[in-house]
Every structure is written in C-alpha cells, then in structure tokens.
C-alpha cells in the first residue's frame, strides 16, 4: 500500500492512476496496446516524488529498466511491459539515470497528468 493523501492507495489504483496518466507525450513508445512501454523512467521518478523511496534499475536486454523502492518494498509499475519475468538486481540509481531515456518535457507531461489523475480520483 502507498500513502496518498491521508489515504491507503493499493497496487492496483496507483497503476490505474499511472494508465490514466501515461500518453505518447510521456513516452515515444506508449500505445494503446502496451501503454507501460517506455514509462519506466519518468514512472520511477513521478513516484519517487509522491512517495519517496529509492529509484532502482535493471538490465533488461540491452536497455537499463527502472523501478522504485518505498519502506523497503519494490515496486515495479511498468512490469507489464515485459513478455518475458524480469531478473531484478535491485542496482540502486540516480534521478538522473532515470530521466536519460527520456526528456524534461516528457517527464513534465507526466508529473501533470498524474497530478490531474489524483485531484480525479478524490472527486
């Protein structure tokens, strides 16, 4: 469970929150098919803003995969994205490890559209 708010926010809502927020604005590789393609990144880094924690990557393939660690729990929300499991490392990282796959204004897009998912969600 996450804090949001004062409230509890399951696995679950955070991932519809984050499908509601995530376009071809957050990522060049989203689609309707795959909306979690490419969004690991600015995904990681809009939750570790709302939730703290760490921001930890993996290799998959040849490409570094970034995921978030909050109150000793990982957190993996653009898992899906994925055919095949993923082997995690738990490699801590950087913010700016994470923005390098993608560009301020997409990181941008994201934290406003999830901010907008929330105000949303408490209606």
């Avoid at 950087?94 to 998912?117: I, K, N, P």
Wanted: glycine content about 8%; charged content about 25%.
């Amino acid at each position: 469970m996450c804090l949001l708010a004062g409230g509890e926010l399951d696995d679950d809502q955070l991932k519809s929150l984050l499908r509601d927020s995530w376009s071809g604005r957050t990522s060049s590789l989203w689609s309707e098919r795959n909306p979690s393609r490419g969004q690991c990144g600015v995904t990681a880094l809009v939750i570790n803003d709302h939730f703290g924690g760490e921001i930890l990557k993996t290799r998959v393939g040849q490409s570094w995969h970034f995921y978030n660690r909050i109150g000793g729990r990982t957190l993996d929300l653009t898992s899906d994205q994925f055919l095949d499991p993923i082997e995690y490392l738990d490699l801590v990282s950087s913010r700016e490890e994470a923005l390098a796959d993608h560009t301020e204004d997409q990181y941008r897009e994201l934290v406003q559209s999830f901010a907008e998912a929330i105000a949303n969600a408490r209606r």
